[in-house]
Structures are given as C-alpha cells and as structure tokens.
C-alpha cells in the first residue's frame, strides 16, 4: 500500500478524551475514530489489525473442530424471556422495538440464539458433539463507556457454544476451548492467564476468564509469578485427545491465578511469598460450563443412545475481539508509539523512501516494494513528499515491526537500513537481502 | 470437511413460509435459520457462501483503488439530522433509545457517517481522490419482510463512498464503481445489467441500478435484449485510465436498459422489435453521483489548489451482499436443488462414498479428500452411514458445482465418478485425474 494512496490520519496531538495509552494511540495513529459514547468507526489502519485478529481466532477455532455460523446482531425479545433473562438482565441491554412495536434487543450475547438454532435441528446423540461458534458484533450499553475500543458499547467478539451428551463430553469442550484460546493469544504475542473467575449472568459454576497483565487493567488480580513463564509453544495438541487435552489445561491451571472475585487469601499465603503477585488485568475472553441452564429452560433436548429425552450439555466460550487491540498496545507499546507483536501488525514492513522524487531512489523503493510483494509481503511503502523525520515519526507511532529505508547515500554504497521498531536496532544489507530477512520473520507467522 | 463432523440440517419438506425458490432451497440446505421477521442466522454452508461473495466484493474493491473501513451499526440521530434525512426518512428507519434517552438509529446507509469521518480528518485537495468502502449489517425496518434474504430486515450490505475535487473526477470515480461491479457480478457467475434508475433516498441525478433478470424480480424492466450478450470476460482495465474506464461504461449503458422509475416508452420504441425485452428483475447494487448534497449540508470541505474552501464531490455506491445469495440461486437452480457458479460456492467439490465403512472405500475417500487438500481445494466430503440416493439428494439440494463418487465397483477397476451438478454428466476416471480435473477447474477462479 502506496501512503499516498491511503487513508491514514495520524493525529499529532494527544486527544484528550483518552486517558490511557492504548485509546490515545489508536486516535493518534488513525485506527479508530469515535462516532458516538463507546461507538467506533475502524479507520484503514485499524480495520487491518481487526481482520488479522479475527483471522487468528478463526484459524484456532476451526483447527480445534468448531464450526462457523453466524447470527444477527437483533434478538427477539421473547427468546429471552424463555431463559427468564430478558427481565434478569439490566440496563445493559438494548432493548428496541420495531415498527410493529415487537419487542426486540441487540444482543450482548447469544446463549438463547443458539440454543434456539439447536433445538430447531437437531434431535439425536449422533449429531453431538457439536461447537458452533461465530465472530459478530454485540452490544452492551456501558453506562460510562470509556477507554476506547476496551469498554465500548459496539464491540466485535467471537463466541462459541458446546453442546454435548454428557458431562464429561461439555467439561473436554471446556479444556478444549482453553487450550485453542491459549494458542490464539501466544499467537498474537500475548501472555494471557487463565484465571479461576466468577460466571455472571453467563451462570454456571466452572469458568476461566483470560487475563492479560497490564497497569490499566479494570481487575485486580492475585496469581503466582511461575505461570506467566508457561509457554505453549509449537507443540502440536491433538484436541481429540482428552488425555493430552486436560494435561495442558492442568499444567496452566494448577499454579495460583484467581481475579478478585474468587481470591482467596487462604490458598494464597500458601504460594512461596517470592512468586506472589498482586497486580492488575485486561479481561481478554472468557469460558463458561453451565450445563443443562439453558438447554432445560429451552427444551434443547435430544434422544440418548437409550432412547430417552435428554437435555444437551452446555457451555459458552467468549473472546473480546476488538478489546483485544487495546490490550495488546497495552502490552505493547513505548513513548513513541505502539509496537505491533509480528502475528497482527496491519502490515509485515514499512518502507520509508527517504528522498522522494528522486528517480533513483524512488526506483530502488518500488523495486523493494515489488520483491517483497513476491514473497507475499504487502508493505506500508511511505512515498509522500515529507521530511524523513516525519515519517520516521509516522512509522513509530504506528508500530510495524520491521522498517526498511531507502535514501541516495546507502544505495551508492548498494545499501538499505533494516530497522527493528522493538529494539531500534538498524542494519545495513542489500535490498536482496532486506527482503530474505523479513520474509524470513514472517515465514511462520 | 466431513459431513460427520459438519452442521448442515437439510429439510426434506418444502417449508411453507418459502414463496420463492431461492427462500425455499436457502432453508432447505440448511444455510439459514429465520430467528425473527426478515431477520436470519446463517448456519454454515450459508455463511461459507456469504464469506466467498465478500471476499469477491473486496478483491474487486481493492483491485479498483478503494480503501477498506469499518463503521458501526448504531449511529447517532443528530448526524441525520445534520442532513435533513433523520426526519425525512420514514419507518424504515430503526430509531433506538439508549439508557441516557439519546436517539440512535441502526444505520440503514452511511452517508452521514462517512461524510463526518472525512470531514474530521480531511482538509486539503492533496488527500483526494479518496474512495472508503465497508461491508457492514444494516438494518431496513421492511413493512412486510418476505422472500427470505432477498428483502430482509437485517442485511449485509457492501457501501462505498468517493470524495473528489470536481465533478469530472467523481464521474471518473462513478464509472470506475460500475466497471468494478460489472466485474464482481461477473466473478459470481451473474449477468447483472446496470439500468438507468431513480435515486430514491440517497438523492442525485445519475444513478444506475443493477439487475439481474429474475421471474421473481421485484422490479419491472426494459431492455434491448443485446444488452444481455455483453462481458467484460477477463481483459484488463487500468481504473486510472479514465478513457478507458468510460469506454467500458459507454460499452454497457448504450444500449436501452432501464427501470420502471426511468421508463420512457418513446426511446423503447425505438429499439428494433426482435431485440425489445419487457422482464423483471432483482436489484444487486447500485451507485449514485449526488455531488455535493452531503458535504455541503455537514461542512465537508477541502481548500482548493487556489486555496479556496469548497465542498467535496461525492458518491455512495452499494452492493446486497446477503441479497446476491438469493439473486444467484433465482438465477441458477433446477428441481432437485440449487447449482452454484464456482465463483461462489461453498465447497469446490462433494466426494460421496458409496459404501461407508468398507476399508478399501473409506481409505479411497480418505486420499481423494488430502489429494485434494494438497491442491488447496476443501471438499465436503459425506462419510455418514447413509443410503447413496440419500447422499446424492444431499448434494443435489446443497448444489456443489462437482461430485466425485466413490464405490467399491468403480475401485476395482481402478476409476472414481466425476459427474457435473450443472450438466448430470458423469465420467470415469482415476482419482488422481479426477482430482487434476477439479483443480484445473477451479485454478482461475
């Protein structure tokens, strides 16, 4: 992408709505721009880091075996009133009516919707297990919305459903979906704890929420040091497995990690006092086992292999999508600007031509820009007529990982400069060899 | 994807809301759910069809110039307002209340909205031209919603906006939407004709619709029948070349085609007889040139090269991305099901096994389904435990474009069937010629 064929407007002041870091350089770096209280617009910029999170969390979901749907983001109020919710729950939800003066919400959750959805068509054990999940936009009227993209009202989230046989069958779709989640946020360059957390309106007595450390997080948070060094990695897990499955779930959920709501001093002076840790987190997904709630209240039922009508066993599993962009800049970031981890940043590489409108050097920019194309690598290829420190400053505050720039003194040498925006390392090399390193970072991402 | 594994709830009876064919087998193969009045869920097979047409409409998008952004569902009343349209617009319109009284709206189109963005962001020439595009869920409060996808309530809609200098320039941008929609349509399988149309709502004076010829059009159409022959096929167009990009226009517009709206019996008369067509059609998309309506109403100006404040050009251009689904499907079926164009479908290619559980059988699919795999091509492959004329109805309703059949009799002579939804042709080959065939099929598309 040509900048001067985009759509960036970076702002050069701090706004001063936004009180913490992940907010002020979303407005800074043109990522979002705020339509109403906690209401967004995703400017280019933002859209790109929106995609490639739902991209990761697809690819996750679908490697562990759930299955894709999606559901409007207008309930009727009267499958709410099924499960006694559309009373229980306050002033959060939205309730609308139409023109026929139906009585209708926008749905901050879809428990009853796909609850519906299954019973409509499905009867028999045969067709279990089943996890259908879908990414789509929610709404929670926040009473004071703040924060940016972190507490808005409009908010993008992927969640998914279990229904199972038994409860054996619902408990390995709960380890499931931990260990899936683990993977999506290391993929992103996360470190999110599972923690024992309280269910909410969600109901149910077993759920984790994930947790990233961050000095603006909303939770307090009680955990020991050791399990934010446990690490995933690139181990394959079989999720078919329940064996393999449950072991990594009690490898990240055996050492003290708890929120505020389920703290309990108690088991937590036992944690050696050099890894307790009292700090605070950003909420980043969420999973519940709840049983039978909803699938009795709804008559989700099915036939057993012994004939009998029985209610499915249920779960429901959550990841804030849009939240999760603030929490990684959060985690991410430095006085300049943000730091994208390599797994979502809106573009691999920025190229910064240094002297535009010369013909040499414009030359050697579109050629770097075209050999990186090859590899697959689409570049933020800065060719506005700018001086060099303004779009050096452009490309901190915007945080690509990785800078190539290009001016007339390294290209007589037959250079260009290869900068880290993490460490703010430079290295001069070839514009061959540029293009090798930085497909080479991106080779298995 | 194993059918054992999928959820694909097919109807073996004709539901008896359907009217039309395309509402009918949408329920029939299980790609949506109706959840209210015109307001659907869309179960897999349906959201993987949903997903192709997206990726379609941005491709085509990106490939003209066009910027992807991402605005929100709900906007604020006063922005209508802003335009005059927050009372204009009738009961179509969902106004909403929040928890603090503030009047919203679920957006039926963006034109204020995106025209506030610019406005926020954008002061000098030097940023234009600029054409912002989104695929996002809107919201028509239809009196009657009917025909399922085809006039919902809640409906995926792909809006663009362009913002320039001069008149010249938007017109440039307006034949610019029309050739990359004659090439989107294209992709889909469909002959969409652009009509000359009135422009509703939206305001403005050059508009075209475009249709595609259906019995069960909404719309009433006249046309010189050559108008269908024309394609753009695979030539190339540079969309910066504006005599080329109206060379094409002209090519697709000389002919008589228009919309009841715009019907002028005179000129009609005019078209040789034999070629005169009087049929319906369904709307896919349409663009507008409204010039300055917006901008000058909510203050979206740029200073000019000569330094002078002036309103922006503009104008919005819509595809119905849920809407085509329908479209498609009026426009290619038979009476066993629906037959999908290959740009379009959800799976490339069914494998049916004809005798599930046999060893020899399940491992010949089992290598048909990786050999194709290999080739980058997702085959839904049924492996239940079913009767073949039940596997076969299957197939013939979900409308996969390519079968390839499995048997244990084919096996010992060393063959599989490759048999055409759209022509019940069938031949023998090996699998791995068969899998060549699929592939070489779908290398283009």
Redesign the interface.
């Known amino acids: 992408m040509r900048l001067s064929?985009?759509?960036l407007?970076v702002l050069k002041e701090d706004p001063k709505e936004a009180q913490i870091v992940s907010h002020r350089y979303m407005l800074r770096a043109?990522m979002i721009?705020q339509?109403?209280a906690g209401?967004?617009?995703?400017?280019?910029l933002g859209?790109r880091v929106?995609n490639r999170i739902q991209q990761i969390v697809n690819e996750e979901q679908i490697r562990a075996?759930h299955?894709?749907?999606?559901?409007?983001?207008?309930?009727?109020a009267d499958?709410w009133r099924e499960s006694g919710r559309y009373d229980a729950y306050g002033?959060?939800m939205?309730r609308?009516k139409?023109?026929h003066d139906?009585e209708?919400l926008?749905g901050p959750t879809n428990e009853e919707?796909i609850t519906?959805?299954f019973r409509?068509?499905?009867s028999s054990y045969k067709?279990l297990p089943?996890t259908?999940y879908q990414i789509q936009?929610k709404?929670r009227?926040e009473?004071r919305p703040r924060f940016g993209v972190m507490r808005g009202?409009?908010f993008l989230m992927k969640d998914g459903y279990n229904f199972d046989l038994t409860k054996e069958d619902a408990l390995h779709a709960y380890n499931r979906h931990m260990v899936s989640y683990l993977r999506t946020y290391e993929r992103m360059g996360l470190t999110a704890i599972p923690m024992r957390a309280d269910s909410g309106p969600i109901g149910g007595e077993d759920t984790h929420e994930f947790l990233v450390l961050a000095q603006t997080g909303e939770s307090e948070v009680f955990y020991d040091a050791r399990v934010t060094e446990l690490k995933l990695g690139d181990r394959s897990v079989d999720y078919d497995n329940r064996e393999e499955v449950k072991a990594v779930c009690d490898e990240f959920t055996t050492l003290y990690a708890r929120t505020d709501e389920t703290h309990d001093e108690g088991i937590f002076a036992e944690v050696p006092e050099e890894h307790r840790r009292v700090a605070r987190g950003i909420e980043v997904g969420q999973i519940f086992y709840f049983g039978t709630k909803y699938s009795e209240a709804m008559g989700a039922t099915v036939v057993s292999p012994e004939g009998k009508q029985i209610p499915v066993e249920m779960g429901s599993h959550g990841i804030g999508v849009s939240r999760l962009i603030g929490a990684i800049i959060e985690a991410s970031h430095d006085d300049k600007g943000i730091i994208w981890p390599e797994g979502v940043t809106p573009f691999p590489v920025g190229i910064v031509n240094l002297k535009q409108g010369d013909a040499a050097t414009d030359a050697a920019c579109d050629a770097l820009y075209k050999g990186l194309a090859a590899k697959g690598l689409e570049a933020l290829y800065d060719d506005r007529d700018e001086r060099a420190g303004a779009k050096f400053a452009t490309m901190d505050l915007i945080g690509l990982p990785w800078r190539i720039t290009v001016g007339p003194r390294g290209l007589a040498n037959g250079v260009v400069e290869v900068t880290s925006r993490r460490t703010g390392l430079s290295e001069e090399m070839s514009a061959e060899a540029a293009i090798a390193k930085i497909a080479a970072i991106y080779e298995n991402i």
Do not use: N
């Not at 209401?39 to 280019?44: H, K």
């Not at 299955?67 to 009727?76: D, H, I």
């Open positions: 064929r985009y759509f407007p043109g721009k339509q109403s209401i967004y617009s995703w400017l280019p859209l929106l075996g299955v894709p749907v999606l559901m409007p983001t207008l309930q009727s499958l002033p959060e939205l609308i139409d023109r139906r209708m926008y919707m519906d959805m409509a068509h499905v067709s089943l259908l936009w709404f009227d009473m009202r409009e």
